[in-house]
């Protein structure tokens, strides 16, 4: 009853072709879809992206928190929390009903904290989302939760391309706590970019916006990577993503960008260094 | 009961209608309501409201009143609802303004079929021309009415930016409503013939609309209307009056022209949604009461660290009391605000 394509699982998205075949998004299309068909639609997810690779569930190795029911389909808060965060190597979020369901991968490196993620993303139909933690032993975790959201990737930005553009590239980062040597320090990292799904028509030219979006992000403190994340057209516009990472010897923290149409940043923060 | 909740009088003058609505109608109201799963606070205050009456389909919108708040001004309240096939998208203040030279529709409606409605509420009473259609902004229950005039050939008018806004959201907002509607109720995206630029006048003949293209406030394509025959007031929907105002442009900019509203020199207003007419500077107080509620508390919990899940939560629940469909609107609301004042 459900038409997918294999090539709109995303993380490597032939925009034009997704955008040709998106299914058309309905109200709640999808809301009426039994457990059942949601378990299929996710085996088959998840066979796609790992392969025969076992994927147990979890309710102690990470958890989602994502509203019920979302207030702006484009802008769905996700909270990820690893609370056995030594154990974690990365994470992969997916959201099983958007047109294309792989919406990241972070993979952690040695100055990340990575007890807690925080993005937001784009839902566009009621779906399960799955977290998915791989353990530094190399095995699968998931955790799951349902939302209610319609029309997420392809809602209109409030704006024109051009306006939704100015500024693309640019970035801050917010620090909250002091920094002590060995204690994580949180961060907020905010990015200019409209994160086009590929999925919003422009009416005069009868045509889609292409899809355009941040592929990968790239965060360091000092020499030292804190995590990569691979991204796709489920991140919201101007994406957003909390995270935290361990101060030892001075930063900067380090951050680098790119998109799918090539598109490039590089930007330098002066991360809280450890006062002690 | 409304007006010791917000301090001030539930309606004005043309809403004394209300108190002669029958029991029956009232009852019918709190049945409804109870169905809906409104509180009842939200019922009592819809039970008090004519603005508030649901209807069931297009029969039951015949009760909906034209009425008369100036000289040659009719205005039609919408409903305090969300889009519903029942409905029939009719949820915005809607009507048109009688000159000399023809007739002036200043809303269209929220959907062919209360376009359709309006314009034969138009020639139950006059037979002038049509020959200016407003579209006020960009949204589907302010604009999808318009088709409904096509037989008029009349003057569109519109924001200069409402053009582009259509093409960006117009065929996403028409497949939405279908869902809801059907294609056939829907009708399709007209856009604007005649941008219009501050300053610029119709002429009716007897009287004159003197039309301010706003800067990005409640959407980025506001258009408001001063009708010298009347002294009134269109700000469509940069004024918001019981309904929970609906932010999609910008917070800043939306503070920034209500204090233009209130130096228009207008003692009264014709709200996009709320009674058919108020006394402006009440109105514009709660309005501006709550969007700077908005932008304080989402400033000060962006400062704090607050997250957006957690803000969407806490900001502005001092407003809940006063606001209809505060719950479906307001977590939206904080969320527009927080992504565009974390920037700042």
Redesign the interface.
Known sequence: MKTRHPLALGLALSTALAAALAPVPGLAAGASDSDTERQARWTEIATSIFGDRKIEPTDTLIKVDAPARAMDAALVPITLTMPEKDKIKGVHFIIDDNPSPYAAHFTFGPAADPGELKLRVRINNYTNVHAVAETTEGKLFEAQKFVKASGGCSAPMGMSDEEAMRGMGDMKMKFSGDAQSGKPVEATLMIRHPNFSGMQMNQVTRDYTPARYINKVTVSYGDANVFTMDGDISISSNPVINFAFVPKGNGPIKVAATDNQGGQWQHSFTAPSPSN | MVGRRTGRKPHDAEDGGIARRTARDLGFIGARAVTRSLSRRQAVFGGLCLCCLPSLGRAAAEAFEMREVGPGVFVRCGLHEEATAENADAIANIGFIVGRDGVLVTETGGSLADGQWLRAEIRKRTDKLIRHVVLTHVHPDHCFGAAAFAEDKPIIIGHPALR?A???????YR??LA??LGADRTGS?VYPTQAVTDGAEIDLGDRTLRLTAHGTAH??CDLSMLDTGSGLLFPADLLFVNRIPSL??SLVGWLKEAERLKGMGAARAVPGHGPASVELAPALADLTRYLGTLRDETRRAIAS?V???KA?QSVAQSERDHWLLFDSYN??N???AY?EL??E
């Open positions: 582009g259509l093409e960006a959201r117009g065929a996403y497949q939405r869902e809801i995206v959407t980025n999609d442009g660290d997250p957006i899940e969407v977590g939206r904080v969320t527009q992504k974390e920037w």
